[in-house]
Each structure stands twice: as C-alpha cells, then as structure tokens.
C-alpha cells in the first residue's frame, strides 16, 4: 500500500507547499484531478434506515456547500468524506486516492496530514496553550512544529494575544476562531467544516464564513462546508443539497 502510493509521487503536496514529513504516504498528482469526489455513497448506522448521497466534486482550491435539514447525513457525509468513518458503499476520492485503499492508520495520518477538520463543538488539548494547540496539530499532520507560523495563524484569525493562554480562557467566537486555526494548521488540501455558523448571529456568521474562506484561499486549500445555515446559499456557488 505505501509502495504504491509512492509510486510517481510528485515532491509537492497539494496545496504547492514542499513536503516536510511522512514522504511515503504524501505525495499526490493533483493536477488533473479534484481535490475531492464522492460517488453512489450509501451510508447505514446499526438498525438504521440506509442513507443516500448525491454524487459531487469540488476542485482544488474550490469552495463546495452540502446543504440539508437537521437528520439528513451532513455530518455523516463529513466524517465519510474526512475518513472518521468508514466508507460502506460507493467511493470517496481525495486528489485521486479511494479512501477504501487505505487502512485505518493510513486513513488517520493522510486525516492529519491532508484534511483540516473544523468540528461543531471544538474540542481542545485543556492542558496546552492556545499557540501548543496549534504546535500539536502541525506536529501530527507535517512531523514538525513551527511556532512562527502558528502565531502567523493566530494573528491572521485575530487572537495572537490570546497565544500563550489555556485554551480554557477563550470566548465561544476565540475557540471558533482557534478551531479554524488549528485545521490549517497542517496546511491541508481541503478544509472540511461542520455549521461553522449555525449558532451565530448574521454579522459573527459572515465573519467566521469570511475567515474560512480568506484563509482556505491563503493555503490554496479546497473549503467544504456543511451547514443548514440558508444564509450561507448565496457564498457558495458549487452546492450539493442532501
Ligand atoms: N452514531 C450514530 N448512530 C446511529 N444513528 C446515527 C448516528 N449518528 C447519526 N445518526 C442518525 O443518522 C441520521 C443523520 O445524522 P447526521 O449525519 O448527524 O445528520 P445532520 O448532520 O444532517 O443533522 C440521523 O437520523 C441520525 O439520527
Ligand atoms: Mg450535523
């Protein structure tokens, strides 16, 4: 498997950026593939009735909104699309790599390494600061730490004063903004959020909305958003409704 996926690997990551870390499992040809593809996806929870999704694709750099009302998969389809379950039926492509070829390990560290994950309730590692929490996240997507790009990101999000602070001490709107930090922390290809703005009032909503997507835009990284929040209609206008 990790054989094959070195095979005519190219020395760049998705996003252009030069390869740091775990070379035997990084490498992708993204030029002529979207970043990411879903087709005839079916997924079934134990003792559940099957649930279906539309086929779509989002290229490189390109912003996708998966719509739907409360119930019908949207977190279910993020967590198949970012490999935190397991595809059943149908495939996922990531630049051109079936998530069913990759073994669950593979599966967590090409996770770490090309997908940032922005989760509805963020969770944090209490015990580090804000700025560590950047450091880790880096650490297990690229195989290093880098504390002047972490602080970059934080000062881009706004909460740079915030760096050296128990993540504990942040407001609900700085841990969002610390939860968008921390998925481009790794530089992903995609960035993958879960109704980053459902709980928001309209001008936090197109805040948060505008940092997702100015700093998606700045790491070249592909932006999926799924969301029930209507408002979000008019920014997107690759959309898939489940
Ligand atoms: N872990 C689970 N076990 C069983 N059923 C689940 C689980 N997670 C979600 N479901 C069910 O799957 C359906 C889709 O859920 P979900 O993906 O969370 O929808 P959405 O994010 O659109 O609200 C719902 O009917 C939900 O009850
Ligand atoms: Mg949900």
Partial sequence: MLQKLTDG???KAANGLPLTAHPEILPFDVENQPILKSSQLKYSYPGQPEISFPDFVCDRGGH???TGNSGTGKTTLL??????LRVQKGDVEIAGKNLKDFSQAELDRFRGRHVGLV???PRFISSLSVIDNIGAAQYFGAGKSDRSAALGLLESLGIADKASKPTGELSGGERQRLAIARALAAKPAVVMADEPTSSLDDEN???VYNLLARESSDYNAALVVVSHDGRLKEKF????EL
């Fill in 9 to 11: 690997g190219s020395e």
């Fill in 64 to 66: 996708l909104l998966i």
């Fill in 79 to 84: 967590h198949l699309l970012s490999g935190l």
């Fill in 119 to 121: 989760f509805q309730q």
């Fill in 205 to 207: 909503a197109e805040l």
């Fill in 237 to 240: 206008q690759n959309r898939v």
